[in-house]
């Protein structure tokens, strides 16, 4: 089966730079992606990898490592709206034909001033 | 243009009962996908349809059932409901694929059991 591990719970001053660590087991590994979910709203896209190597996009960067089944999502320049719940999702070849996502169960973010 | 729209947006049944959730996805998308988000387990898939046509499912009982109609709306339906079926019931659109770089996420419909 598919197995997703993340921290439950980080915290982070305003300004700082934070790390958020991914670690998957999957089958048919197609690709991986980090969405961001604030309180009571929907999960929204931040970015995708499918090679290994690091993706920026302005204050957000995620990073492949597909033989080490590692990711990590950096935020730079922290501010407090960036306070949310980070998820990492990994996308399987299935048999059916398209893909199936598996979800890691999140990381609450708490940026403080 | 128009977002993904569930409805409705809140939902109180009863032990027993059953419940018909729906999905508008964005015009064009033909991909829909559904997941159930509760504290305890996160975000799981619950299953995708693609030209009304369900391609792929998750580990969940045959009480959770789907269709998706010809113009790419779909429509979840939970029997016999249990209390641990409360949660947040989220669907996701997007051009062919459940997740995709244009894939876009649904406000939710919050689905409580009592």
């Known amino acids: 089966g598919q197995n997703i591990d993340q921290p439950t719970e980080m915290t982070a001053t305003e300004g700082a730079i934070v790390q958020i660590n991914c670690t998957y087991q999957t089958s048919g590994f197609n690709g991986l992606f980090w969405y961001q979910q604030h309180a009571g709203e929907a999960p929204t896209f931040l970015s995708y990898n499918v090679l290994d190597g690091l993706e920026e996009k302005g204050r957000f960067s995620s990073f492949l490592s597909r033989s080490k089944g590692y990711s990590y999502l950096l935020l730079k320049e922290l501010q407090m709206k960036d306070s949310a719940s980070y998820l990492c999702a990994v996308s399987s070849h299935a048999s059916g034909g398209s893909y199936i996502p598996t979800f890691g169960r999140g990381t609450s973010l708490i940026v403080h001033p | 243009k128009a977002g993904v729209t569930q409805t409705p947006r809140y939902l109180i049944k009863t032990r027993g009962q059953q419940v018909t959730l729906s999905c508008s996805p964005i015009s064009g998308h033909r991909s829909v996908s559904w997941y159930q988000q509760t504290p305890g387990q996160g975000l799981q898939f619950l299953f995708e349809y693609f030209s009304e046509t369900q391609r792929n499912k998750g580990n969940f009982p045959g009480r959770f059932s789907g269709r998706q109609f010809s113009n790419s709306r779909s429509e979840m339906n939970v029997s016999t409901l249990e209390l641990g079926d409360s949660a947040l019931y989220l669907c996701?659109?997007?051009?062919?694929?459940?997740?995709?770089?244009?894939?876009?996420f649904g406000q939710g419909t919050r689905l409580t059991v009592v």
């Open positions: 996701a659109s997007s051009l062919d694929v459940p997740l995709g770089t244009e894939a876009f």
